[in-house]
């Protein structure tokens, strides 16, 4: 799909099946990341992302109404503008991931490999939180 910044427009498909799988798409990952708001080992972002990249590639008024969107529009517009992530959201992610995580592998998964494996990606997703600038407001 390549890469777009938040102010660019969006060069939408002329294909009208691949736009409607798109559209479609992109709103299932839209769901998701709402979801993820309430899900502490969903992540948010990465599908709010994906939802954008769809979106872009899909429909204009979805795209500008998805960068336009109150409540997580704002964060969209700052990632994709390499601004950053707030503090105070980096710090309430990275509490919930390792909350979520930490609690399945101890409570609920008893294999080994598997509390490994949710120990990498907890570390994974903490590095690439982390590597991302801090947004000052």
């Known amino acids: 799909m390549g890469t777009f ?3 660019e427009k969006p060069r939408t498909t002329s294909k009208k099946w691949l736009r409607w799988l798109l559209i479609v798409t992109g709103t299932f990952f839209l769901g998701m990341g709402i979801i ?3 899900v502490p080992v969903l992540p948010t972002t990465p599908f ?3 939802a954008a990249a769809c979106y872009a590639r899909s429909s204009e008024r979805l ?3 998805l960068l336009a969107n109150k409540w997580f529009g704002k964060y969209i517009r700052n990632y994709l503008q390499k601004k950053g992530i707030p503090l105070k959201i980096k710090i309430a992610v990275i509490t919930m991931l390792w909350a979520g995580i930490g ?3 101890i409570f609920i998964v008893e294999a080994v ?3 490994a494996i949710l120990a990498v990606i ?3 997703v ?3 939180l982390l590597i991302i600038p801090t947004l000052h407001e």
């Open 5 to 7: 910044q938040a102010d």
């Open 103 to 105: 609690t399945t592998a």
């Open 48 to 50: 709010l992302l994906l």
């Open 36 to 38: 993820g708001i309430f």
């Open 113 to 115: 490999y598997i509390r």
């Open 122 to 124: 907890a570390v994974g």
């Open 126 to 128: 903490t590095v690439h």
């Open 63 to 65: 795209y500008a109404w």
